[in-house]
């Protein structure tokens, strides 16, 4: 009986696929936060989970078996020096995926993949100093209307 392999193609062929997860990857370790479709960042999660575990081993082999995958140097020194130092007790679950609101162009499901230990703290501040293009045109209209009664 044929069984189905529980995969996402992500409309790719099997090479264009593998790059497209090992890059993915890759932004992952260096950057440790990424923004990416939905599917993209679960199919990541899926590798990226299984390099870290061996990464955790900390052997020249495991270093070579990485290196298959990931083909970038300051990605593999990141990932060996920083990320299983932080990892080192962890028992898998190294990553978290965070739906957000669909893409604007195409309505895309979008989501961020980020390193857990590597959460970055919110900032405190609820403002972030723009105002919307309604408010914009208001206050400047009210500002205008005042300076040209404060004339008269």
Sequence with gaps: ???VKPVRKLGRTAAHRKATLSNLSTQLLVYKRI???EAKAKETRRVVEKIITKARKGTVHAQREIFKDIRDKQ?????FEEIVAKVGTRQGGYTRVIKLAPRFGDAAKMAVIELVDFQEAPSTSQGTGKQDR???VKG???TAETAVVSAE
């Design 134 to 136: 309604a408010k914009r």
């Design 75 to 79: 990605a593999i020194r990141m990932l």
């Design 35 to 37: 923004e990416t479709t």
């Design 1 to 3: 009986m044929r069984k």
């Design 140 to 142: 400047s209209k009210k």
